[in-house]
């Protein structure tokens, strides 16, 4: 392991000044290690937005890509667009393809994988949504982590984890594997256990992987990324809203926290405000479109969320 938990814990109170510095020393490694041949991956998020200053104060020229996906907000697309030196890659297919061949993500990435390959029959995953381990013996993790989910498999609606593969992986992919560039990515240890466990293993510059890439926020908070907006008075897309502090002294935005894809549902079941409901006051011909015209009520209706 490159890191331990103790590492990250440590590094997540650096102060803010010694953050900065650090991401940019791995900016500088990853730069001068590809001999220049980077990118950053830039979807016109907050977060995304922190890196992609970051790294032009280093390096002014250097190229952000794009994946025109049609699932972001409209006023992150427009922001994302609104960049000079942005490369627009597009998926090969259309959400509502995707949706319709392969399902929806929920209630997470590995959930919907370990869904996708119990109903195709496979032990491995049958197993872990049962909550043992492969030679048959209890797992308290994956019965707490899987198990509770095991009701999704009869509810006749499609799941899977492909779609955040076919509409954002495979065109950055096929951008690398075409320019001979290496990614700069704006991921964070906090985001999920996927992404703290893969830090942990292989550090924010991953250089001898199968696929290369940089994280260099991967040891920020979301604290962290609005104080950045905020002191430095980045320019960032307008329905994250304006930053201010609530009433414990904490940085949040007064319009949308996080953005991602509009129409995903991975951990709606966890929102305090839901984002469906939500989205209906925002935006309510996006919200027409992914409830009723794609479907998604059916497992919202499954899962008791509202929308």
């Known amino acids: ?43 016109g998020g907050k977060d995304s937005t922190v890196l992609l200053d970051l790294a032009r104060r280093c390096f002014p020229d250097i190229e952000g890509v794009y994946v025109d996906t049609g699932l972001e907000f409209p006023e992150v697309r427009r922001f994302a667009l609104s960049n000079d030196n942005v490369s627009v890659l597009r998926p090969a297919m259309r959400f509502d393809e995707v949706v319709r061949e392969h399902g929806w993500c929920y209630p997470s990435k590995d959930v919907a994988r370990t869904l996708r390959y119990a109903r195709q029959g496979s032990k491995w995953a049958l197993d872990r949504m049962a909550g043992i381990n492969p030679d048959g013996t209890p797992s308290d993790f994956r019965r707490d982590h899987y198990a509770k989910w095991a009701h999704l498999l009869d509810s006749g609606v499609k799941i899977s984890d492909a779609c955040c593969e076919i509409m954002k992986e495979r065109p950055l992919n096929a951008y690398v594997k075409a ?3 290496h990614p700069i990515i704006g991921t964070m240890a906090t985001e999920s256990r996927r992404r703290k466990e893969s830090w942990l293993r292989v550090g924010c510059n991953a250089f001898d992987t199968k696929r290369p890439s940089s994280k260099p926020l991967s040891f920020w908070t979301e604290q962290d990324i609005l104080r950045y907006l905020r002191e430095f008075g980045v ?61 998604l009520w059916e497992l919202l209706d499954f899962v008791g969320a509202d929308y």
């Open 1 to 43: 392991m490159k890191h331990t938990q103790a590492d990250l814990k440590a590094m997540q109170v650096w102060p803010f000044e010694r953050k900065i510095q650090v991401a940019q020393t791995r900016i500088l490694e990853w730069y001068r290690h590809w001999d220049g041949q980077v990118f950053v991956s830039f979807s």
């Open 235 to 295: 320019p960032y897309a307008s329905v994250y809203g304006d930053i201010v502090e609530d009433e414990k002294g904490k940085l949040c935005t007064t319009g949308e926290q996080r953005t991602g894809c509009v129409f995903c549902p991975v951990g709606c079941h966890l929102d305090k405000i839901n984002r469906f409901e939500r989205l209906a006051k925002t935006h309510p011909k996006l919200h027409d479109y992914v409830i009723n015209q794609l479907g």
């Open 179 to 181: 320019s001979g560039k």
